[in-house]
């Protein structure tokens, strides 16, 4: 039995349909070389406006993925040091890019939050085999190699963009003096500073000191890094490390705002709306019905403007002329 037209037409729908997800999903991977190409931000660690902005990155939002060299990220530091050659880089509405990681490289919800500084080794011998890798001290590090080989007891580091240079650990006062001005926006009381401090941090490894822009100076490696901080903790309740090169999804590019909160709305797990602004529910709602009634407002227009144009009257004289020929038939 052959299909009837209503089956074709359905068919030929959901091919379109299907097709033009292809296409969009193949664009975005050729633009980011990263797949997903894109991710939803669920939570609120990177919000600068309780109301939600555009141009920073709100639970809600659609970010695209960049693929990117480990190297090639500007941490916070860098790009607030003059004498850089990242001064003034800024992304998502602060200085130094934005990543997405996996937190200490572990199959679970990525984060999204912006590099601070790097730690690089600057002294370190190889690690030798068995119980004590490190038997002259250091930290061990499995990831960086030296004369090819990986795997290295760390006794010194450089930080990128500061002046530390050679020291056994890192101490860097964001003051706007020492380096950039990181303001933590939060009360200041007992001589808390208000501005970030890393002080007196033995990394466990080489990589990237992390924190969500409002997350008021609590890295995410712990208080280790930065007194007070709580930090993230992966499921079997480890502090995170630096985040290191295998670690790393990709560098947050432009931001898709609302349409995101669609996919936590209709999630099982996770917090769902909880964390989404108010305003980016009502934009999305806007949105929404914008789509649906631009059809609405855009058919009869561009009817009109067919009806009124030079060619449709000579199509419609032309066609007169072949009834009254008793070519063509009238309707």
Not at 85 to 93: A, N, Q, V
Not at 145 to 155: E, F, T
Not at 197 to 225: F, Y
Request: charged share 15%.
């Amino acid at each position: 039995m052959q299909p009837s037209s209503s089956t074709k037409l359905l068919l030929r729908e959901v091919l379109l349909a299907v097709g033009m997800i292809v296409v969009l999903i193949t664009a975005l991977y050729t633009h980011t070389q990263s797949m997903p190409p894109l991710v939803v931000v669920e939570s609120s660690s990177m919000v600068h406006d309780p109301d939600g902005e555009i141009g920073s990155i709100d639970a809600g939002d659609l970010v695209l993925v960049h693929k990117s060299s480990f190297d090639n990220l500007v941490t916070f530091a860098e790009a607030t040091n003059s004498s850089n050659p990242y001064y003034g880089y800024e992304s998502h509405g602060m200085e130094g890019d934005v990543i997405i990681y996996k937190k200490n490289g572990e199959k679970s919800t990525p984060i999204i939050h912006r590099a601070i500084l790097r730690v690089v080794p600057n002294e370190a011998y190889a690690a030798i085999d068995g119980g004590n890798p490190c038997p002259n001290g250091g930290s061990y590090d499995a990831t960086w190699a030296i004369d090819g080989k990986h795997g290295a007891c760390v006794l010194t580091w450089d930080v990128p963009g500061t002046n530390v240079r050679n020291q056994s650990n890192v101490t860097v006062s964001f003051d706007g003096v020492e380096a950039g001005y990181y303001d933590c926006k939060r009360y200041v009381h007992a001589g808390v500073e208000p501005h970030l401090v890393v002080h007196e941090w033995v990394p466990q490894h080489s990589g990237l000191l992390t924190l969500g822009d409002a997350n008021k100076c609590s890295v995410d490696q712990g208080d280790a890094a930065v007194n007070g901080s709580s930090g993230l903790r992966t499921m079997d309740g480890t502090v995170l490390g630096p985040v290191q090169e295998q670690w790393l999804v990709g560098r947050a590019g432009a931001e898709v705002p609302w349409l995101g909160a669609v996919k936590l709305m209709v999630s099982g797990s996770g917090p769902g709306l909880t964390y989404v602004p108010t305003s980016s529910l009502m934009y999305l709602v806007a949105c929404i019905g914008a789509v649906l009634a631009l059809p609405m407002v855009v058919d009869p227009l561009v009817r009109r403007i067919f009806e009124t144009s030079p060619e449709n009257k000579q199509a419609q004289q032309e066609r007169a002329y072949l009834i009254a020929l008793g070519i063509e038939e009238e309707e």
